[in-house]
């Protein structure tokens, strides 16, 4: 995938938050130490950044991300005991809210560290990953 050494390095930002804190924490302590994860490992991001949404172009309100990422991969923090398809969804609405081919949604909460990948199919960076699917 295009993205995959980036999101790696993210991944690899918060596993080390993870095995530094462990569970247990809310989100914005988790939000913090990734802050410094991520400055150490040289990547560029914005946190909380303000977005707006459109509805059929039209401006319908804003949502704050946690984190995006070298301009271009939302990350999205949770410190849930269990991820459920409430926060896939959001993660995914986020990326095509956004017009983002990627994102990330990473809980500290349980235990182990949780992360998932999401795209957006319809930005065209992901045509390839589309056409290929489409094929199997």
Not at 55 to 81: C, L, P
Request: proline share 1%; net charge neutral.
């Amino acid at each position: 995938m295009k993205y995959e050494e980036l999101t790696h390095k993210i991944i690899g930002c918060a596993m080390k938050v993870h095995s530094t804190l462990g569970n247990g924490f809310q989100e914005v302590i988790y939000q913090r130490a990734l802050v410094i994860e991520m400055r150490k490992q040289g990547l560029t991001f914005q946190r909380e950044m303000k977005m707006t949404i459109f509805y059929e172009g039209e401006n319908i309100g804003t949502r704050r991300v946690d984190f995006f990422v070298e301009d271009i991969i939302m990350v999205e923090i949770k410190a849930v005991t269990k991820l459920e398809d409430v926060h896939l969804a959001q993660a995914m609405n986020y990326c095509q809210a956004y017009n983002l081919p990627i994102g990330l949604l990473i809980n500290f909460g349980a235990r182990s560290l949780a992360f998932k990948r999401v795209y957006n199919l319809n930005h065209p960076d992901n045509n390839d990953f589309v056409n290929k699917n489409n094929a199997d």
